[in-house]
């Protein structure tokens, strides 16, 4: 089944210590998302590659980059973790469509600071 | 104001009932609208997705959509316990590209 992946399902890393997270996808969707979604609260954008353009949200921390090799893969570093960057990582694609096209979601890393 | 607002709930039906979920946007010239459902703990899944006025129906699963009074809504006829999930509303906002803008969710409890 054609699908998007991410890894790992649950990271754990120290307050300040770089972590990289990974997604992947079989769909050939051009544009890939990747999303902070802390508790209670709606998935909030950081960046999303349109093929190789890359588009930053206005404030996402710089903290926050991103990385797209290729068409399939899609990687999110965290240069120097914070508490307040546990959440849950969401990685989505679509296809090119102006927002009428659906996103559709892997199942998510989450991240534990200690 | 909020781009995309929903009541936070929670929403709590009997088992068989109706549970309608509604969600309104600021942006008149949204242009497409999606629901998805989100279990605790998991991620978001595509439910349904319109983007003309009326209803459009999908098993259980409607959507309506209201583009005069900037709202829609979905409705889940016969509601089981295992519906009983965070719906999250997106919406393809006028000039955002690719981007959908969500809202914070209604969380559904349907009731034994």
């Known amino acids: 089944d054609a699908m998007v992946i991410q890894n790992p399902r649950y990271q754990v890393t120290q307050f300040g210590k770089p972590v990289t997270l990974s997604c992947s996808q079989t769909?050939?969707?051009?544009?890939m998302y990747w999303y902070q979604q802390k508790s209670s609260q709606a998935p909030k954008l950081l960046f999303h590659?349109?093929?190789?353009?890359?588009?930053n949200e206005a404030d996402t921390p710089d903290n926050f980059q991103s990385r797209r090799p290729n068409t399939s893969f899609c990687f999110l570093d965290i240069r120097s973790p914070g508490l307040g960057d546990a959440a849950m990582y969401l990685c989505?694609?679509?296809?090119?469509?102006?927002?009428?096209?659906?996103?559709?979601f892997g199942d998510g890393t989450r991240l534990s600071i200690l | 104001q909020k781009e995309v607002e929903q009541n936070s709930g929670p929403l709590s039906v009997p088992e068989g009932a109706i549970a309608s979920l509604n969600c309104t946007y600021s942006?008149?010239?949204?242009?497409?609208f999606f629901w998805y459902r989100q279990y605790s703990g998991k991620s978001p899944e595509l439910i349904m997705f319109?983007?003309?006025?009326g209803d459009k129906e999908d098993g259980r699963f409607t959507a309506q959509l209201n583009k005069a009074s900037q709202y829609v809504s979905l409705l889940i006829r016969d509601s089981q316990p295992s519906d009983s999930a965070t719906y999250l509303c997106?919406?393809?906002?006028?000039?955002?590209?690719?981007?959908?803008?969500f809202g914070t969710g209604t969380q559904l409890k349907v009731e034994l």
């Open positions: 989505a694609t679509s296809r090119e469509g102006r927002g009428k096209q659906p996103q559709h």
């Open positions: 769909l050939n969707h051009n544009v």
């Open positions: 590659y349109y093929d190789k353009d890359f588009n």
């Open positions: 942006d008149r010239g949204s242009q497409s």
């Open positions: 319109i983007y003309s006025n």
């Open positions: 997106a919406v393809g906002i006028t000039g955002g590209g690719n981007k959908l803008t």
